[in-house]
């Protein structure tokens, strides 16, 4: 599913091309669908719209069914086809943005909670060999927890963030 959110753009060029040349919307997804550059699941999409199956229940990813609602509503409009899907690809493009941004963002946090918990367990290591707390101790099991308890709120905290657009 990686590759079929990478070649969305690609699959969108190639869209604007065929119909540039004068290519119905049909016909266009039919020439795509033979095209063996794209994915299983950029095939099966365009399939799934060109027989009108519904995208609930054929597909579970979300990311697809959008694409599979998109291209239905392209097969049934009726006129500024090519400009709909410069919108489109201008969309999916603006997304990808955002995501990179976003995942390059929550690496930071990513990394800096990778970080604690290599201290956390070097020190609980120097610790049980200096032999001074014993592994079951109370200390031991409460410094567990929290360190436990921040990772989960760290991660509660990171999937709730938002962006400001």
């Known amino acids: 599913l990686k590759r079929f959110s990478r070649e969305t753009l690609e699959f969108y060029d190639e869209l604007l091309l065929e119909l540039r040349i004068g290519r119905s919307v049909r016909s266009a997804f039919e020439h795509i669908q033979q095209d063996r550059r794209f994915s299983f699941y950029t095939q099966e999409s365009i399939q799934c719209v060109l027989k009108g199956n519904n995208p609930a229940s054929a597909f579970k990813n979300s990311q697809m069914k959008n694409r599979i609602m998109e291209l239905r509503r392209l097969l049934d409009a009726g006129g500024r086809i090519v400009e709909r ?22 690496q930071q946090v990513r990394s800096q909670a990778a970080v604690v918990v290599l201290l956390y367990l070097g020190l609980l290591a120097i610790q049980l060999n200096a032999g001074t707390v014993r592994l079951f101790s109370i200390w031991v099991m409460a410094g567990n927890l929290l360190l436990m308890l921040g990772l989960i709120s760290l991660r509660w905290v990171m999937r709730s963030f938002k962006w400001k657009v």
Request: net charge positive; no cysteine; glycine share 4%.
């Open 85 to 106: 899907v410069q919108f489109l690809r201008r969309n999916h493009r603006i997304q990808e943005g955002f995501r990179r941004r976003s995942r390059i963002a929550t």
